[in-house]
């Protein structure tokens, strides 16, 4: 039988709320600054909750040749919902919706033009599960390198910011109502949490085999060393502690370590009265009495859905080279179900050797990774 590979990290990049270069997200991260503000176009367009993540929009022109870019779009969506409207109104016909359209608003656009801007000629597909796919996307590279399948994979994840993707969320009254205080509106864990912030960007990963990164003198960042999943089984919106509790457990005996070695938690916690307190209960249950400390960066990023799985990776690895444990920003008031857990309610100094970062979703969809230094 085949031995199983290692799987390490080679390379990381990220586009987000609270910085465009790894070094410049990571200050953020250890001074506490927060990415979020308000877009009042969404007001105009019907929203209740303005409340966003600011995301700079990217200039590709010196980066891409114009053949390349014209598969991209800022606001893919957007521009899919209004192009739509306007062929069936002004004539009816379809040709008015021009044959770029359907690559830069197809589910699986991100992977389709990576493969074209870098050449890529290995797996290649988009991986659909809410607020887990960038976790599940991580997770199914670690597979694919790990059974010899690839020796490298680009995965990651990402997240328009624009309104029309935001509108469905907004419907199910799921923001939080602070549209006059942005800096304090996502509180992951707090007895004052009232909805999620949405934000987004990308965020991207290489993942390779070790003994090939080895060969070719890459710097390896850190190690994927576990990976565990679960499904709810329950209601499409619904939390669940046992079904978070099975991913978690699953990631760390993959990783065949303890909750006892786990140095940081890299919580999902959105803000969300119900989310928030079921993995607060499995989190007790997993690490009650370890020393693992625990946060949400998403008191500073929002909701980076899609895109949140991947980027907490990254956060989480930055989190490994530099040495410490970023605040759950915005946590003044611990509920009773979090009280019982070591939040880190001010940026940590130490070590960070092991890390469990967690992802749930609508459907009920749980993803676990675990992160080992090198």
């Not at 457990?249 to 119900?274: K, W």
Request: hydrophobic share 40%.
């Amino acid at each position: 039988m085949m031995k199983e590979k290692r799987v390490v990290i080679t390379g990381m990049g990220i586009w987000s709320c609270i910085g465009t270069t790894l070094d410049e997200v990571a200050q953020s991260l250890r001074e506490g600054r927060c990415g979020l503000g308000n877009d009042p176009s969404r007001l105009e367009y019907g929203y209740h909750c303005d409340l966003t993540g600011i995301v700079p929009e990217p200039d590709l022109k010196p980066l891409l040749h114009r053949r390349l870019r014209t598969g991209l779009s800022q606001e893919a969506s957007a521009k899919a919902i209004i192009e739509t409207d306007r062929a069936l109104v002004q004539r009816p016909d379809t040709e008015l919706l021009g044959s770029g359209l359907i690559f830069q608003s197809m589910n699986s656009t991100v992977n389709m033009n990576m493969n074209s801007i870098f050449r890529l000629r290995g797996i290649n597909f988009s991986v659909s599960a809410a607020c887990a796919s960038g976790s599940h996307a991580v997770g199914l590279g670690y597979l694919l390198i790990r059974q010899g399948l690839q020796d490298m994979v680009l995965c990651g994840g990402a997240q328009e910011v624009n309104t029309f993707a935001m509108s469905s969320f907004d419907a199910l009254g799921a923001f939080s109502k602070r549209v006059g205080e942005p800096l304090k509106a996502s509180r992951p864990f707090d007895r004052d949490r009232d909805g999620l912030v949405p934000s987004g960007g990308a965020a991207a990963l290489v993942l390779e085999d070790y003994d090939h990164a080895v060969r070719r003198g890459a710097t390896i960042l850190a190690e994927v060393a576990g990976y565990g999943f679960s499904s709810n089984g329950g209601g499409i919106s619904e939390p669940s502690d046992d079904g978070s509790v099975t991913a978690m457990m699953r990631a760390l005996e993959a990783a065949d370590i303890t909750p006892a070695d786990i140095d940081y938690v890299s919580a999902h916690a959105t803000g969300t009265p119900q989310g928030d307190r079921f993995e607060a209960i499995a989190l007790d249950r997993i690490f009650h009495g370890h020393r693992a400390l625990i946060s949400s960066t998403k008191g500073m990023t929002g909701h980076e859905c899609w895109m949140s799985g991947a980027s907490e990776l990254v956060y989480s690895a930055l989190m490994m080279r530099d040495g410490f444990v970023a605040r759950n920003y915005n946590l003044e008031n611990p509920d009773e179900d979090t009280a019982k857990l070591n939040i880190a309610k001010d940026t940590v100094e130490m070590p960070v050797r092991t890390v469990l970062s967690n992802s749930f979703g609508f459907g009920g969809t749980n993803s676990a990774v675990v992160l080992k230094s090198m």
